[in-house]
C-alpha cells in the first residue's frame, strides 16, 4: 500500500469535535435508559417499529468516525516508516481488543448462574469492567517499565481468571459472545474494513463498491431462506458487514473531503452521497423497515446521511469558519474515547457491589431523571479533563 500524497497530514478537528459531541450523547442516552417515565423519542425505539430517534444513531455515529479515521491512521503509519507486519499486528490487536471487551461487557449483564459463581456477580461485572483500564492504559515513557509490566499483564491473568469463574444460567463454565456487545460489534466492523481497505490500498472506487456490496449482503441477510442463511459463517460474516457499512460510508466520506489536490468551497460529491444514503434508505424501507435491533439497511443508510450532514456542518463551522472555541467542552471525551466508554460501567458495578445508593429515587425519573443524565455527562467529560492531564488514557 502506497502513502496517500493528497490526504491532509494535520489533525481534523471536526472530526474530533464530532466523535467527542458523539460520546457526550452517548453517555447521556446510556445513562437516560434506567430513567422512567421519558418520552420514547429519547429512548431506542422497539424492534418491530419502523421507525428510529436520535437515540439509535448513536452507535452508527461511532461506527462512522471510526471510517472517517482509517484513511488518516494507515497513512501516519506508512509516513512514519512502519513496516506491514507492523501495521498488520497493531490492527488485529486494536480489534480483537475491542471484541474481547465487548464479550466481557456483554456477559456482565446477563447469562449468568448468581448462585454458582465463585464470586458475587457485581463484583465480577467490576473487575471485568475495570481491567482493561490497566491493561491499555497508554504509560508515559518515564512509568516504571516493570510496574508498567505488572499491570497489564496482572489485569489480563484477573480476565482469564474471570472466564473461568463465569458460570452460565445453563450451567456451564465459561462465557458465551452472545451478541458481542457495542464494542465487540466495532471490533469486527472495523476488521472487515480496513482488511479490505488495505487489500484494494484505499482505492475511492473499490470503497464504494464495498459499501455497495455491505448493503447488498444486509439487505440479503435479513431475506428468509435466502442464500446467506445456508451456513454458519456467511450468515455471521453478513450480519457484521452490516455495520461495516457504516465504517465503509465514513472511509468513503473522509476519501471524498480529505484526498485531493484542490479543496472547493462546496463539496458536491459529499452533498450528493447524503443525498444518496437517503434515497437508498428510503428505497428499501418498504422492503425491510427501519430498526436498529434488526440491523436494517435503511437504518444504516439513514444514519450514514445523518451524519454525513452533521460532519459537513462542523467541517464548516470549524475548518472554514475557524469556530472551534464552542468545542472545548467536547475535546476530553474525543481524546479518551474507550475510557469514557468504559467508567460509567466501573461506576455502575463499584456502587451495585458496595450498595451504594448515588442519587435519590427523584432523580429516577421524568424530568429530574433527564436532568440528572446530563449532569452525569457532564461530570465524565469533566473527569475525562482530569484523567487526561495525568496521563490516563486508554489506547489500543
Known sequence: MKIKENLYNQRIVSIDALRGITIFVMIFVNELASIKNVPQWMKHMPADADAMTFVDVVFPAFLFIVGMSIPFAFNARLIKGDSTKTIWTHTLKRALALIIIGVFMVNAEYGYDASKMFIAPAFWGLLAYAMPIPIWNKYSKDFPIWLKYTLQYGGMLVLAVLYFLYIQDNGERGMTPKWWGILGLIGWAYLFTVVYYWLVCGRLWAMIAFLVFCVAVNSLNLIEGSIIHQS???????????????????????????????????????????????????????????SKIKGTPSWTMFSASICTVLFYFLHWLMEIKKQTKWSEFFMPAAANPLLIYILPGVIYYFTLAFSIHIIPDYFREGIPGIIWSLVFSTIMLLVMKICNKYKIQLHL
Open 232 to 290: 454458519f459463517w456467511s450468515s455471521f460474516v453478513a450480519g457484521h458487514l452490516t455495520h461495516a457499512s457504516l465504517v465503509s460510508a465514513g472511509v468513503v466520506i473522509s476519501l471524498l473531503f480529505f484526498d485531493k489536490k484542490i479543496e472547493t468551497k462546496i463539496n458536491w460529491s459529499v452533498i450528493g452521497f447524503a443525498v444518496l444514503f437517503f434515497a437508498v434508505g428510503y428505497l428499501l424501507r418498504p422492503y425491510f423497515g427501519i
